[in-house]
Structures are given as C-alpha cells and as structure tokens.
C-alpha cells in the first residue's frame, strides 16, 4: 500500500492550493479517504471525509465552506480543493485510506501548508 500526497506549498492568506493523494496497492475504490492535518504541538484531526459509497462527505467545522474532499476513483486519487486559507490551516496534512470505519487504516507521508503572508 502507498499513499503519496502532493501540492503543498506556501500560500498567502485567502489563497487556494489543491492538495492530491495518489493511491495504489488496493482497492481504491472501495476504501474510505481522508484528509487529516497535525499542526506545530496540536494532536491530528480530521479535516474531511469521503466515503465509498455514493461519495458522501463530512468536514471538519472549522473548514466547511471553503475546503472540499473529491475522488477520481479511475485514477485512484483523491483531492483537498482549500479555498480562503487563513494561517490556522497551516500544518503537515495527511492522506489516509481505510477499509472500515473504525480501522486505523494507511498514512501517507504528509505534506506541508503553509498560510503566511
């Protein structure tokens, strides 16, 4: 299983970056895919969610309405469109695939955002 997350970078307040993560080693698209973040001494959280089925989504409060999950299930990728960045979404964010719910799942390596002006 691999995982590799890419388009991170340095973004300005209220700019936008998309960040994807290209899978294989399993069956993508019956997993569920998911984007979490770990800033500077804060635990990881989940930033959103896409599920297998029907592609239903959740997000975290705090980036609902500017953030949207996506996936491409033929190329095994799935997307983070963030939109409005504001320096608090600055952190490592992370890729990860499960086949259940409660399954801790695969990681991919991170990638760094960075909002700063």
Request: aromatic fraction near 12%; hydrophobic fraction near 35%.
């Amino acid at each position: 299983v691999q995982l590799v997350e890419s388009g991170g970078g340095l973004v300005q307040p209220g700019g936008s970056l998309r960040l994807s993560c290209a899978a294989s080693g399993f069956t993508f698209s019956t997993y569920i895919m998911s984007w979490y973040r770990q800033a500077p001494g804060k635990e990881r959280e989940l930033v959103a969610r896409i599920f297998s089925a029907g592609g239903s989504t959740i997000y975290a409060d705090s980036v609902k309405g500017r953030f949207t999950i996506s996936r491409d299930n033929a190329k095994n990728t799935v997307y983070l469109q963030m939109n409005s960045l504001k320096p608090e979404d600055t952190a490592v964010y992370y890729c990860n695939a499960r086949g259940q719910p409660w399954s801790a799942g695969y990681w991919g390596q991170g990638t760094q955002v960075t909002v700063s002006s």
